[in-house]
């Protein structure tokens, strides 16, 4: 069942009120009536389950029979992604989420081709508030500032991941052998066209973990999915009860 955004709920509350956009997909786009059960999520670690008790012009009161607060898995999931032509990228921060990701890092790079603009990273806020919804994730990912790639590298190790970059070519690690069970992987993935000659140096001059996704030339998208999709069943192995 989608689940609606209460980003104030608390583990101690017995009620929540919804208004603005919730309200709104609340009772116009899900068609919800008084007496209806309702999931909610604060993005903070804490879901809550319960019934809409009463609804007027501008708000939904909803009594809860639940709260459940899950504390974060460790390690974490993060991605590095370029931002992408027509908008591809937003698939990444929807599925990203849903998989669990918990930092999102979004950067311009050599052959990078769409640029970002004041409100790039606001609206990929909304699409992982839309997509904790869905999947009933008590987690919303911390979506980071568009930066230069080094900028963004940088940024990377500061938040104590370390980077892991997916190449195209040449002969690599798969995933699994280009990091160490435990550490907090940060998965980089490039633009459309790759990653220049001058960023494969700073790699390496950085000495940075590479890894291979297979013998196929995947897209960006499918390569930010795939890579996380690997990880994740990387720590569900370590931890079946990996959230």
């Not at 116009?28 to 008084?34: E, L, Y």
Request: some cysteine; aromatic content about 8%; hydrophobic content about 40%.
């Amino acid at each position: 069942m989608p689940g609606f955004y209460a980003p104030h709920l608390k583990l101690s509350q017995t009620s929540v009120v919804l208004t603005g956009d919730e309200f709104h997909h609340l009772c116009h786009v899900f068609r919800r009536k008084t007496g209806d059960a309702v999931l909610l999520t604060n993005g903070s670690g804490v879901r809550a389950g319960g019934v809409i008790q009463h609804l007027d012009k501008g708000s939904a009161s909803i009594s809860l029979d639940w709260t459940q607060e899950y504390e974060p898995a460790k390690p974490p999931m993060a991605c590095a992604f370029a931002l992408l032509r027509n908008k591809n990228d937003a698939i990444i921060i929807d599925k990203l989420t849903e998989l669990g990701v918990r930092d999102l890092f979004p950067f311009t790079s050599d052959f990078t081709v769409r640029k970002s603009s004041s409100n790039t990273v606001g609206k990929f806020q909304a699409i992982a508030v839309s997509a904790i919804k869905q999947c009933d994730n008590a987690f919303l990912p911390r979506i980071h500032p568009v930066l230069p790639l080094a900028a963004c590298l940088d940024t990377i190790s500061a938040a104590r991941y370390v980077p892991c970059v997916a190449v195209e070519t040449g002969k690599h690690d798969l995933l699994h052998d280009a990091r160490d069970t435990g550490e907090s992987t940060c998965v980089v993935i490039g633009p459309e066209g790759g990653f220049s000659p001058e960023e494969k140096a700073l790699f390496a001059k950085n000495q940075l973990h590479t890894f291979s996704l297979g013998n196929h030339i995947l897209r960006a998208e499918t390569a930010a999915i795939t890579s996380i999709s690997q990880l994740l069943h990387i720590n569900l192995i370590n931890n079946p009860q990996y959230y």
